[in-house]
């Protein structure tokens, strides 16, 4: 079935640094997702990005289908941006494969 | 407008013992989801379901079990509970499958933390 890798997966920045948070899958896929659990455990959707470029405030994402990765970037970061950051790809059986997540822990 | 509600938040269970997930949505969504989270790891799903009266395996079923008489509800079963059931749960649910556009998304309710000692 199809591999969902991210990295790194622990990230300690301080408040205001950049980062960028990389989701690669072994199989073609039409349709990936980006999520963030808060560390209270809470999951939102970010991102449905199967292809190019999108952005909401401060975060954007790049999924570059051809090559098989995601990118998620995440810019002038707050302490409530926190958490773990998790991409998702849909199998043949319309399931969710989830990646193990990357752990983003921002210093004020 | 409650969206995906489950119960409990927490709870430990003893070696053998049964409980029932509860979980509830009021988006009239089809599609409806269990997820565990094991720390440390993505979600995994359990079991799925694309309708009333309809369900069918995920990844790691075994040890579980499911049932879906209307719309609204999809309990979630342990039979016998084992420490390898200790885990984080996530009810979920969607309009549409796995291919959901970027107006369509996944709803997730709360959690529910096991713990099987």
């Known amino acids: 079935g199809i591999q969902v890798e991210q990295s790194p997966p622990d990230l300690i920045l301080q408040e205001g640094a950049n980062s960028t948070l990389r989701c690669n899958f072994s199989?073609?896929?039409?349709?990936l997702q980006w999520f963030h659990q808060n560390p209270w455990g809470q999951l939102i959707n970010l991102f449905y990005i199967p292809s190019g470029t999108k952005q909401n405030g401060r975060l954007s994402a790049t999924t570059v289908a051809t090559e098989r990765y995601s990118l998620l970037y995440i810019s002038s970061s707050q302490t409530t941006d926190s958490g773990v950051y998790f991409c998702a790809v849909v199998n043949s059986n319309y399931q969710l494969i989830w990646g193990a997540g990357t752990k983003l822990i921002i210093k004020p | 407008n409650a969206g995906v509600t489950q119960t409990p938040k927490f709870r430990i269970l003893k070696i053998g013992q049964s409980m029932t997930l509860q979980c509830t949505q009021d988006m009239n969504h089809n599609y409806m989801y269990w997820y565990r989270q094991d720390p440390g790891m993505g979600l995994k799903l359990i079991y799925y379901s694309v309708g009333a009266g309809i369900t069918d395996k995920g990844e790691v079923p075994n040890g579980y079990n499911v049932s879906r008489s209307t719309t609204e509800d999809f309990p979630l079963r342990l039979e016998l509970a084992a420490p390898s059931q200790t885990s984080v749960y996530f009810c979920?649910?969607?309009?549409?499958?796995?291919?959901?556009?970027?107006?369509?998304?996944?709803?997730f309710g709360s959690g529910t933390q096991l713990s099987v000692l």
């Open positions: 199989d073609s896929v039409n349709n």
């Open positions: 979920a649910s969607s309009r549409y499958p796995g291919q959901m556009s970027a107006n369509e998304k996944l709803f």
